[in-house]
C-alpha cells in the first residue's frame, strides 16, 4: 500500500506550510491513532494546511473555493492546483489507513480490522487500486474547458464569446458580465 503525493510538492513545501500553520499538529496527531471516522473539524484543518502547502499568502479554508480562485484569478495552470476536497478526503482516507490502521498495529496480537473499501480504496477482482475522488472527470463532464479573462463586460475577444459559450463561474467575471 501507498498513498499518493501532491505535483510539485515535497517535504520543504509541507515544512514551510507547517510552520505557518502549527495547528494542523493536533489533526496529525488525531489521525495518527485508529478511527472509524474522519472528524469534519480535522479534515477543515488538513485543508488549510493544503491550502497554505500551495498559496502562502491565501486567506481560503476551503480547498475548492482555493481552487478555483488559483485558476481563474491567479492563472495557475492546472497541475499547479491543489486537490479538490472530494480527491483530498480519498488521500486522506489513504493516509489513515496505512499509517493509523495498519502500521500502528503492526504488533498487536489481534489488529483491528478496517475494511480498505471504507478508506479510499476500491477493489476490483482480487487486486485493489486507489479511489482517487468520488467526483466525474473533467472529461466526462465537460467537453471544453474555457474561461475568459474579461474584467466586467466582454468585448470581441473574450474566449467564451468566440467560442459561443455563455461566460461561467470559471471566468474571470465569474459568469457576471453583461455581454448580449
Known sequence: MTVSCFFGKG????????????????AFISLSSPTTVIDPSLFAMLSRFIIIMYDPTSECSDLDVAQ???FTERSKVLESLPPTSSAFMQHVK?????????????LAKNPKHYDASDWGWIKDGDKWSPCWTTLLEVSD??????RCACKK????????????????ALCHCEGECSRV
Open 11 to 26: 517535504k520543504k513545501s509541507a515544512w514551510d506550510a507547517w510552520k505557518l500553520y502549527e495547528d494542523v499538529t493536533d
Open 68 to 70: 478555483k480562485h488559483m
Open 94 to 106: 489513504r493516509a489513515v489507513h496505512q499509517t493509523a490502521h495498519c502500521w500502528s498495529q503492526c
Open 141 to 146: 463532464s465537460s467537453r471544453e474547458l474555457i
Open 153 to 168: 463586460s466582454c468585448t470581441g475577444r473574450c474566449k467564451c464569446a468566440k467560442a459561443n459559450l455563455k461566460c461561467t
